[in-house]
């Protein structure tokens, strides 16, 4: 290669820095020590994992991309989805706690706060001292979020918030909740304003753990705010534009899932890999024939190429360019696959996939989730659709 | 109290190995801090974090081997040294001549290595470098604890555990039985990037080629023969254990 070609190759690089694989490797090393061995545990039982959480505090995991001078590690998005991966190749639940809290939550306060708010809110957040939880859904507006009727008046140096919100991560574990509600309730989603509530304050109820179909030690609950008096300082961000704020966290929000999502089909080929050389049907290995062969390489290629649409939405992250359509076309990409991967990876551990004794059958509950949180499959569609339109200027 | 820690990166054991016309190929994209090395960083962190010590690694290797330098520095250890080298194909005896040249003008108060190199799994350097830097030293150690001034080495021998205690300036050589090295936190890896790291030759050291040559040379390699299956014995208690006793003694030769 000539130096103009060197150089334009350098544009263009498949290597993760030394930074990167460092914290990947000691993620994995963390995963394989302390995530992975009572997961199935974990799932059965249901309960959050505080002893976790502060284990991942310690390593510096809970504000992986937060800037150092309020408490995180001061990486990249790139370093945040490695995490993830590695976290959620084992426990799904625990990766969710992860990204949530991270992206969700804390990212809002990140985006939007000011140094007082940051000071005050990130800091504790991004050292894993405190949970975020991140409070948009209602029961009544989901993929149409602006539909919602919280709302908060403001009387003197306060505001008064009421509405309920659901299917809130970190709901009951929470310490400090991220809220959306209504300030000007004839502009629809630009009424919209967001403010930090802290879980003490009177009138802020937490409700009881809900019963899901998996990502089972995840905490995830209703939240029903009474007359919460939050001083007119827990304003976060401009007045009535809370909502432009809150589609950035969500395009954030959804790099996190597309990692998610790769690290479970990844535990999916990985399982197979293992179980289909291990178990023996008319006398050869299960993984010799072409018919699981070919589950196994479909999982991989798809693998592959999500993780690559992950991280590149990642990297246009941290370089600050726009990223809405690959983080929505990544999360849409990875999600889908992580659903089928661990619908093949049952399929091929047969009856045994089907049980407890492995861990497929879990990766399968938990992945649903994929294509539904931070926005649903369909919504991925609605949002890549009208950025391509954007794109060839209709 | 200063603890060197002489370190090194070998190939990930759980890496695929390939073996062709002799010669190993291997994937030197997994290459790891040698597991009893992690130990002995580990060990060494702990008893300087209690007694306010100071804990620097050294590492031979070629210029890849620097990550893994990065990765102890990012456990805690406080300084580095990487010796540069180009030929891999050194054997105890050099690795020690070199780490000799290397502590000649170090004032410190023990030295700890892994008991051996999961590469090569020879375990010699450690006690050669010891010989040649006139140290008490005592090996596998599986515990230690700093009292009156010695260290006191709880050694895995054959027949159970010896405690010795070694003065300083001493050496030990550790297992990997001793602790479970602590992961790198985001923080460990974040200062890892700002702490000194020299970076030296074996000239700089004051080592001619001669000095480098090694005594023993790896020849080729081999595959491991499969295991061939075993044999099962059924029918009548009595009978059996006539019929294993016969075969210990004219197939095995064992009796």
Redesign the interface.
């Known amino acids: 290669m000539n130096t103009d070609q060197k150089e334009s190759a350098r544009q263009l690089s498949f290597d993760y820095s030394q930074d990167q694989q460092m914290i990947r490797d000691a993620a994995r090393e963390f995963a394989e020590r302390h995530v992975a061995p009572d997961v199935i545990e974990r799932d059965m039982s249901k309960k959050f994992p505080h002893d976790l959480v502060k284990l991942l505090a310690e390593q510096g995991l809970m504000g992986i991309y937060h800037s150092e001078e309020y408490g995180g590690g001061g990486f990249d998005t790139v370093s945040f989805c490695l995490v993830i991966e590695e976290i959620a190749r084992w426990d799904a639940s625990l990766a969710l706690t992860i990204a949530s809290h991270t992206s969700l939550g804390s990212g809002h306060i990140a985006l939007a706060g000011t140094h007082q708010q940051k000071m005050k809110y990130l800091t504790p957040l991004a050292q894993g001292e405190k949970l975020a939880g991140w409070c948009l859904t209602e029961p009544g507006s989901g993929s149409d979020a602006s539909g919602m009727t919280s709302n908060a008046v403001r009387d003197g140096d306060h505001w008064i918030l009421n509405g309920t919100k659901t299917f809130i991560t970190q709901g009951s574990v929470g310490d400090t909740f991220v809220v959306l509600a209504k300030t000007d309730p004839d502009k629809g989603a630009k009424g919209i304003s967001a403010f930090i509530v802290e879980r003490e304050w009177d009138g802020v109820q937490p409700g009881e753990p809900m019963h899901k179909l998996g990502m089972n030690s995840s905490d995830t609950t209703e939240l029903v705010f009474e007359n919460v008096k939050v001083p007119a300082e827990n304003l976060l961000g401009e007045e009535n534009k809370g909502f432009i704020d809150t589609m950035k966290v969500l395009d954030g929000g959804r790099i996190g899932i597309g990692a998610l999502s790769v690290g479970i089909a990844r535990g999916a080929l990985e399982e197979s890999m293992k179980y289909s050389q291990e178990r023996k049907q008319f006398g050869k290995p299960i993984g010799s024939f072409q018919a699981i062969e070919h589950k196994l390489v479909d999982m991989a290629v798809r693998i592959d190429a999500s993780r690559m649409m992950v991280h590149r939405a990642a990297w246009l992250r941290d370089q600050g360019k726009p990223f809405t359509k690959e983080a929505s076309m990544a999360k849409l990409m990875a999600s889908e696959l992580s659903v089928e991967a661990a619908n093949e990876a049952i399929q091929i551990h047969g009856g045994y996939g089907y049980t407890k004794e492995y861990h497929v059958e879990r990766f399968l509950r938990d992945a649903k989730l994929n294509t539904i949180g931070e926005g649903t499959s369909e919504i991925q569609n609605v949002i890549i659709a009208r950025e391509l339109r954007k794109e060839f200027g209709y | 109290m200063k603890f060197y820690i002489c370190i090194k990166q070998v190939p990930d054991v759980n890496a695929p190995l390939q073996i062709k016309e002799g010669q190993l190929l291997q994937d030197t994209d997994r290459m790891i801090l040698n597991a009893y090395d992690a130990s002995a960083v580990e060990e060494a962190l702990v008893l300087s974090e209690k007694h306010d010590g100071e804990v620097e690694v050294v590492l031979i290797g070629p210029d890849k081997a620097k990550?893994t330098l990065?990765?102890a520095l990012?456990m805690g250890a406080d300084k580095g040294t990487h010796i540069v080298t180009e030929d891999e194909s050194y054997d105890s005896a050099v690795y020690s001549k070199i780490l000799t040249a290397f502590f000649n003008d170090k004032e410190y108060d023990y030295i700890f290595c892994g008991k051996q190199a999961q590469d090569t799994d020879s375990g010699l350097t450690g006690g050669m470098l010891a010989m040649q830097l006139d140290l008490p030293y005592t090996t596998n150690a599986v515990g230690m604890e700093f009292e009156n001034g010695s260290i006191l080495v709880k050694r895995q021998g054959d027949a159970g555990q010896e405690m010795i205690s070694v003065p300083s300036p001493g050496l030990v050589t550790c297992s990997n039985d001793m602790n479970?090295p602590r992961?790198?936190?985001?923080?460990g890896?974040?200062q890892?990037?700002r702490k000194p790291v020299d970076t030296i030759s074996t000239g700089d050291l004051g080592l001619s080629e001669d000095d480098l040559a090694v005594r023993t040379q790896i020849l080729s390699f081999e595959e491991k023969p499969e295991r061939e299956a075993g044999r099962k014995f059924e029918g009548e208690p009595d009978e059996v254990a006539r019929e294993v006793a016969k075969l210990l003694d004219e197939e095995a030769g064992v009796l």
Do not use: N, Q, T
Not at chain 2, 183 to 187: A, E, H, T, V, Y
């Open positions: 990550e990065r990765k990012a479970e992961i790198p936190s985001l923080k890896i974040m890892s990037k």
